[in-house]
């Protein structure tokens, strides 16, 4: 097979350089994760994700970083793949060297973690994306402008309810159609109104039992199924994931835990070897800091580690 030619410390150096910004990353990850564990209701969390779902900078940088990840591992897959292919007759004797079992280990946890990580998106990024269901808040001011409100209003003045003003244009509606055939704006409009009437009833039982706040987070005291209503009523751009609510939810279940703990063991076997190899490749290594390179790695991967894995932890543990 004729693979385009990169000399492979090109290849190398790239992929140290991309595991250089993926070890920044997990940093910046890890250390904004902590918001979860406060008990704010999400107020520190929710305010960090709306941030960084909406300035166009982070946008740029998501863009980036998923780039970075995919190239990384494409990089990686080839570097062994080309490896492979310079000696198509195995060894009669397997090798023993370390750093063969080295780079082995470092593929095989990368596949992993890329699987673990498809499963992360799914459970969190993807909803953002619009690409699987999850929790949403609404802002509370959206809610003022909807249509519905002047409905509302103008039941009062007519001293009828907004269901009985609903149900007297419908029956209007129907003796329209007997006479003149189907008005499909007209039946558009009526199944609009019912279904924001729904959103202000939701909002209405929230108000008089005095859970509603100006933040958005209200929205948790609702059911399933009114949260639901909510979202499939109310324009895409008006509510937003609640990922603060979404990890401490998924965190009250131990399989969800186990999994997620699985994942950062996978992530801790990568990165034990990761950060001196990133220096060794880029030659930023030499007998004199060698040490200090191998204590840095050590204190970098725990505390990344250790403080992703607190978030399911105390989560779970209700601490
Ligand atoms: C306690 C553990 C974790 C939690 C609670 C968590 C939570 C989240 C959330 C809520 C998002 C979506 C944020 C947004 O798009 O606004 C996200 C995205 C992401 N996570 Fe995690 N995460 C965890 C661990 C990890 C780990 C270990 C990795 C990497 C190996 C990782 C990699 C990513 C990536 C690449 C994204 C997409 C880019 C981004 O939105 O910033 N996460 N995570």
């Not at 406060?38 to 970083?65: P, Q």
């Not at 209503?229 to 835990?257: N, Q």
Request: glycine fraction near 6%.
């Amino acid at each position: 097979m004729d693979l385009p030619k990169i000399h492979s410390i090109t290849k190398k150096i790239l992929v140290a350089l991309l595991g250089g910004f993926l070890l920044l990353f997990l940093l910046f990850h890890a250390t904004a994760n902590l918001f979860i564990l406060r008990h704010d209701e999400g107020a520190w969390y929710s305010a960090f994700c709306h941030f960084m779902g909406t300035n166009w900078i982070v946008k740029i940088f998501e863009i980036v970083l998923l780039g970075v990840i995919v190239l990384h591992i494409l990089l990686t897959l080839w570097l062994a793949l080309t490896n492979r292919l310079a000696r198509p007759t195995r060894y009669h004797q397997a090798q023993k060297s370390k750093t063969h079992s080295t780079s082995k280990l470092m593929v095989w946890s990368g596949i992993l973690i890329f699987v673990c990580l498809i499963i992360h998106f799914c459970d969190f990024y993807f909803v953002k994306l619009g690409w699987v269901k999850g929790e949403y808040m609404v802002k509370t001011e959206k809610l003022q402008s909807q249509e519905i409100m002047g409905l509302v209003q103008y039941s009062q003045q007519m001293g009828m309810t907004p269901e009985e003003m609903i149900d007297e244009l419908e029956a209007k509606s129907a003796m329209y159609a007997d006479e003149n055939g189907d008005n499909d704006e007209v039946a558009q409009y009526i199944s609009n109104m019912r279904d924001q009437l729904g959103v202000i009833n939701i909002v209405q039982r929230a108000s008089e039992e005095g859970n509603i706040t100006g933040d958005g987070q209200w929205i948790r005291h609702l059911t399933y199924d009114e949260r639901q209503t909510l979202k499939r009523v109310l324009p895409e751009s008006d509510s937003e994931p609640d990922f603060y609510y979404m990890a401490r939810e998924k965190f009250s279940h131990w399989h969800i835990v186990l999994g997620y703990l699985i994942f950062f063991f996978v992530i801790f076997m990568h990165l034990r070897h990761a950060f001196p190899s990133a220096f060794q490749t880029l030659g930023l290594n030499n007998y004199k800091y060698n040490n200090i390179i191998e204590v840095l790695g050590k204190l970098y991967t725990w505390l990344v580690v250790l403080m992703f894995a607190a978030v399911p932890i105390l989560v779970y543990l209700g601490l």
